[in-house]
T-cell receptor, first 112, second 113 residues
Framework: DVKVTQSSRYLVKRTGEKVFLECVQDMDHENMFWYRQDPGLGLRLIYFSYDVKMKEKGDIPEGYSVSREKKERFSLILESASTNQTSMYLC???????????FGEGSWLTVV | GDSVTQMEGPVTLSEEACLTINCTYTATGYPSLFWYVQYPGEGLQLLLKATKADDKGSNKGFEATYRKETTSFHLEKGSVQVSDSAVYFCALSLSYNTDKLIFGTGTRLQVFP
């Protein structure tokens, strides 16, 4: 089975802190994604990457950056966390052209 | 722009009732369509998909038919179970290479015994 693993399920951070959310997939997928899930808004794409060191902005990239140094790992970085970034963050990966995206279990981030 | 609209929830049903969750889309090209399910405390799982008009996706008793003429992809199940209680997301993808998904806002289903 494909496994997408997010390093932390629950985090509490202070305003202004730098936050790293890590995601690893074990199926050699080219594509990786970071989504944010909020009630009433569904899932919104923050960034995605279709290859190592390649990245593209999604719909809501402001306040976030990403890093993909290795194919299996895709990191989301909050440079200076703010309370409006309190949310559930979902990582996902897919094999190009297969139209099946696999999601991790999510990371609940609270910024106080 | 491209978008997905789902009926608002929650949808509350008794066990063995019929389920329909409406989903319509707006897209400039020819999207692939998906239903994802999120059980409490978990990430999303692909439930079913359809990649061209008139295709029917099915899985676990759920079905959805890609209707190009009405730009719809409604999710149906003939007899729901308590274990079907979850949030259901309709989504579309226009990109063959990157699999970028555009999601609806989700519909919560609650099934009572």
């Amino acid at each position: 089975d494909v496994k997408v693993t997010q390093s932390s399920r629950y985090l509490v951070k202070r305003t202004g802190e730098k936050v790293f959310l890590e995601c690893v997939q074990d199926m050699d997928h080219e594509n990786m994604f970071w989504y944010r899930q909020d009630p009433g808004l569904g899932l919104r794409l923050i960034y995605f990457s279709y290859d190592v060191k390649m990245k593209e902005k999604g719909d809501i990239p402001e306040g976030y950056s990403v890093s993909r140094e290795k194919k299996e790992r895709f990191s989301l970085i909050l440079e200076s966390a703010s309370t409006n970034q309190t949310s559930m963050y979902l990582c996902a990966s897919s094999l190009r052209g297969v139209y099946t995206i696999y999601f991790g279990e999510g990371s609940w981030l609270t910024v106080v | 722009g491209d978008s997905v609209t789902q009926m608002e929830g929650p949808v509350t049903l008794s066990e063995e009732a019929c389920l329909t969750i409406n989903c319509t889309y707006t897209a400039t090209g020819y999207p692939s369509l998906f239903w994802y399910v999120q059980y409490p405390g978990e990430g999303l799982q692909l439930l079913l998909k359809a990649t061209k008009a008139d295709d029917k996706g099915s899985n676990k008793g759920f079905e959805a038919t890609y209707r190009k003429e009405t730009t719809s992809f409604h999710l149906e199940k003939g007899s729901v179970q308590v274990s079907d209680s979850a949030v259901y997301f309709c989504a579309l993808s226009l990109s063959y290479n990157t699999d970028k998904l555009i999601f609806g806002t989700g519909t919560r289903l609650q099934v009572f015994p």
